[in-house]
């Protein structure tokens, strides 16, 4: 069955801290991963896409990383700022499929405390 | 360019009733997909719409119907409203049904059930 699932739930850290989110996933054949961020109460906004031959990408202070090979994505935030509060999705996408064939994880919850 | 608009933003109905959401597209994306975003559960698709073509289904009730015009915009239709049906639904548009192609997505519209 194919699978997300991101860690932690949920997280707070102080203004200026830098963190780290976890995404694991099981979508076979593989496509591309992606990094949503989602603000409270709009709708998700794309922050990177990576394909199977992508290890690290970039968007500001927003660096993805894609181990392939243990099918395990994370997304570091540098600096954290208190616009950067809002939920972060992981979405996988599988080889051949449209809508259909993405896999949304149920997404990190991230407070930036001043 | 002008992103992906959705109205309304809130409606609020009671159980039995219908309703109906619309969906613009961004300009040139001829693939508009539907989603419920709820808190327990995430991001689940709907349906996925393809040049006036529904050409993916999610596992919902056929309570949960839509339609795609000529001009790719789209409306979705929930007949029958059950307390559950209360979720964001969102819509997001893209260039072709590749997976490779990126989707954006609408503010997404709040549906509360009484």
């Known amino acids: 069955k194919n699978q997300v699932e991101q860690s932690p739930q949920s997280l707070i850290i102080l203004e200026g801290k830098n963190c780290t989110l976890q995404?694991?996933?099981?979508?076979?054949?593989?496509?591309?991963l992606r990094w949503y961020k989602q603000d409270t109460g709009r709708g998700p906004v794309s922050l990177t896409i990576?394909?199977?031959?992508?290890n690290t990408k970039s968007n500001g202070r927003y660096t993805a990383t894609l181990d392939a090979d243990t099918k395990q994505s994370s997304l570091h935030i540098t600096a954290s700022q208190l616009s950067d509060s809002a939920s972060y999705i992981c979405v996988v996408s599988r080889t051949g499929g449209g809508a259909d064939g993405l896999t949304f994880g149920k997404g990190t919850h991230l407070i930036i405390q001043p | 360019k002008a992103g992906v608009t959705q109205t309304p933003r809130y409606l609020i109905k009671t159980r039995g009733q219908q309703v109906t959401l619309s969906c613009s597209p961004i300009?040139?994306?001829?693939?508009v997909s539907w989603y419920q975003q709820t808190p327990g559960q995430g991001l689940q698709f709907l349906f996925e719409?393809?040049?006036?073509?529904?050409?993916n289904k999610g596992n919902f009730p056929g309570r949960f119907s839509g339609r795609q015009f000529s001009n790719s915009r789209s409306e979705m239709n929930v007949s029958t409203l059950e307390l559950g049906d209360s979720a964001l639904y969102l819509c997001a548009s893209s260039l072709s049904q590749s997976s490779l192609n990126e989707q954006f997505f609408g503010p997404g519209t709040r549906l509360t059930v009484l």
């Open positions: 990576m394909t199977f031959s992508e």
């Open positions: 719409y393809f040049s006036e073509t529904q050409r």
């Open positions: 300009s040139g994306h001829r693939s």
């Open positions: 995404c694991n996933y099981t979508v076979s054949p593989f496509s591309n």
